[in-house]
């Protein structure tokens, strides 16, 4: 069975800041995707970034980029530029590459607030 | 926009009830998904279905069922509600060809 672990539970930044959030996984899978969801305070959750382990290049949308070491089974979020507005709880999440209903499995999750 | 909408977003239910929470989504997805989350723990699946009538237990089922009678509706049922049910309860959906999947609010449900 795969395993996601985030072992920091909280971190707080301030403003324009960068900040890490540290993932590592554990399966015995070739082909997955990982991915960072973000839930508000407002709770819905939403996709920040996501990863195919076949891809060497590491996935990058806009302030967010992960670092993807497959050896290590590690994938970190980067927020570059922190705001206000990313303060949230962050889920790394895998999903074992299959035909049929993708199932999510998530870490503990990361809360992370932004000061001004 | 994807919209995955869950009938409740808080409710309060007295041990021993049966309990329904709704969960609809609005774009023709094969797939659905409930998922209990809990501090310290993250999310954990309770139950997922990938067609009408069908579904699949997930890593948490004991104490729960689900109902899939319609493609855009996805319930689950607490058959006898028990204090340890007190949770956040979300619900997904997403195509069976993106790996994206969709969340609702999620319901907060406190069982007394």
């Given at each position: 069975a795969q395993t996601v672990t985030q072992s920091q539970p909280e971190m707080s930044v301030q403003e324009a800041e960068t900040v890490t959030l540290s993932c590592t996984y554990d399966t015995s899978e070739n082909n997955y995707y990982l991915f960072w969801y973000k839930q508000p305070p407002s709770r819905q959750m939403i996709l920040v970034i996501r990863q195919e382990a076949y891809k060497q290049q590491n996935a990058t949308e806009n302030r967010f980029s992960v670092n993807f070491q497959k050896a290590a089974k590690s994938f970190s979020l980067k927020i570059s530029d922190?705001?206000?507005?990313?303060t949230a709880m962050y889920f790394c999440a895998f999903m074992k590459h299959s035909r049929g209903a993708q199932k999510l499995v998530f870490g503990q999750g990361t809360r992370l607030t932004i000061n001004p | 926009d994807v919209k995955v909408t869950q009938s409740s977003r808080y409710l309060v239910k007295r041990t021993g009830e049966k309990v329904f929470l709704e969960c609809v989504q609005d774009?023709?997805?094969e797939n659905m998904f409930w998922y209990r989350q809990d501090p310290g723990l993250g999310l954990r699946l309770i139950y997922f279905s990938y067609d009408v009538k069908m579904k699949e237990k997930g890593d948490i089922p004991e104490g729960y069922s689900v109902s899939r009678e319609k493609k855009e509706r996805f319930s689950l049922i607490l058959e006898s509600a028990s204090t340890n049910q007190t949770s956040m309860y979300l619900c997904a959906s997403s195509f069976t060809r993106n790996t994206e999947a969709f969340f609702g609010q999620g319901t907060r449900l406190t069982v007394v």
């Open positions: 922190s705001q206000l507005g990313d | 774009m023709d997805h």
